[in-house]
């Protein structure tokens, strides 16, 4: 990853004066996705792009030790290996970003990968997800207890009725104690975006995140009604390039929710590549939360080595 956001002072005299124009928003994103997307070699390359920046997740009830076995082996070998090795791409290292599990299957992930020999991160959500509406010692132990585990990146869920009520003072101070128990793992803050409102309150709780010391912010839990959308983005990566300008930090960005298809993955390339610049497009600072995305990916994949599509059930898990 990259180098930690120590975060800063609270500037609440910069948080206040924001306003956000959101129809300048809708028009931006209506250009991005109006873009061009690459054809061929040049498509499967940002697909290969795309795989390297997901955060293979698994965040189901009846999550067990073997399907968080099956996706850890699937992370680290994210496209059959025939595949790769037509593309001339078999040794060259390509896995997901990350494996994303509940803090109660952090175990069983670092167990699978470490049996496999792979170095691979394991993610876990934490403080309360998705809701974030537990006690705030339950919230930071639960943090300390996914790191004991042998997480080393830490999704926490913000405090969405602190950011609705305007507490941002409230909310650093929150986030900063997160940051504080996820010790040397790395922290994303989730905004969930979809409870936030308007597009000036997502701006505003995306800047106090970065000030408390969050390296990456993420759009959604993946569980409200609203999650991943191109004008809450733009929001969000207009206020990681203010920060970077203010700071000279880098805070990474993590779409998630309802991301289910290559075509879209190569929308978000884009966007970041648009709006940040190509040092934004890397696994350090750009993440794709997503869970069946990778399937659709593999199978665009499968169609440009062979030219024929792929039934789902010839892309299996392992």
């Known amino acids: 990853m990259s180098a930690r956001n120590p975060g800063t002072v609270l500037d609440l005299n910069r948080i206040c004066k924001v306003r956000v124009n959101p129809q300048s928003v809708l028009k931006r994103a209506q250009q991005i996705q109006g873009q061009k997307i690459p054809k061929k070699q040049w498509q499967a390359a940002w697909l290969l792009k795309a795989v390297t920046c997901i955060d293979l997740t698994t965040l189901a009830g009846d999550d067990t030790p073997s399907n968080v076995h099956r996706l850890s082996m699937k992370a680290?070998?994210?496209?059959?290996?025939?595949?790769?090795?037509?593309?001339?791409?078999?040794?060259?290292?390509?896995?997901?970003?990350?494996?994303?599990?509940?803090?109660?299957?952090?175990?069983?992930?670092?167990?699978?990968?470490?049996?496999?020999?792979?170095?691979?991160?394991?993610?876990?959500?934490?403080?309360?997800?998705?809701?974030?509406?537990?006690?705030?010692?339950?919230?930071?132990?639960?943090?300390?207890?996914?790191?004991?585990?042998?997480?080393?990146?830490?999704?926490?869920?913000?405090?969405?009725?602190?950011?609705?009520?305007?507490?941002?003072?409230?909310?650093?101070?929150?986030?900063?104690?997160?940051?504080?128990?996820?010790?040397?793992?790395?922290?994303?803050?989730?905004?969930?975006?979809?409870?936030?409102?308007?597009?000036?309150?997502?701006?505003?709780?995306?800047?106090?995140?970065?000030?408390?010391?969050?390296?990456?912010?993420?759009?959604?839990?993946?569980?409200?009604?609203?999650?991943?959308?191109?004008p809450v983005a733009i929001v969000m990566v207009r206020a990681i390039r203010d920060y970077f300008l203010y700071t000279g930090y880098k805070v990474g960005f993590k779409p998630a929710g309802g991301i289910r298809t290559a075509q879209e993955s190569l929308l978000w390339l884009t966007l970041i590549k648009e709006e940040l610049g190509m040092d934004w497009l890397c696994p350090h600072l750009f993440r794709l939360g997503a869970s069946s995305l990778l399937a659709d990916i593999e199978r665009q994949i499968y169609h440009h080595v062979t030219g024929q599509y792929a039934a789902y059930h010839e892309m299996p898990m392992v």
Request: charged fraction near 20%.
């Open 76 to 230: 680290i070998q994210p496209v059959r290996y025939d595949l790769l090795k037509k593309m001339d791409m078999h040794d060259k290292g390509i896995t997901t970003a990350a494996v994303c599990v509940y803090p109660s299957r952090v175990a069983d992930a670092v167990k699978s990968l470490k049996a496999a020999n792979s170095s691979l991160p394991v993610a876990s959500v934490a403080t309360g997800f998705p809701a974030g509406q537990t006690p705030l010692e339950a919230r930071l132990q639960e943090v300390r207890m996914a790191v004991a585990d042998g997480a080393t990146e830490i999704d926490i869920v913000i405090n969405r009725m602190l950011a609705l009520t305007g507490q941002w003072e409230a909310m650093y101070d929150e986030i900063r104690q997160f940051r504080e128990a996820c010790g040397d793992a790395h922290m994303k803050t989730i905004l969930a975006i979809g409870e936030l409102g308007t597009f000036t309150n997502v701006y505003k709780a995306s800047m106090v995140a970065m000030m408390a010391g969050s390296d990456f912010i993420k759009t959604s839990t993946g569980k409200e009604a609203v999650n991943a959308t191109y």
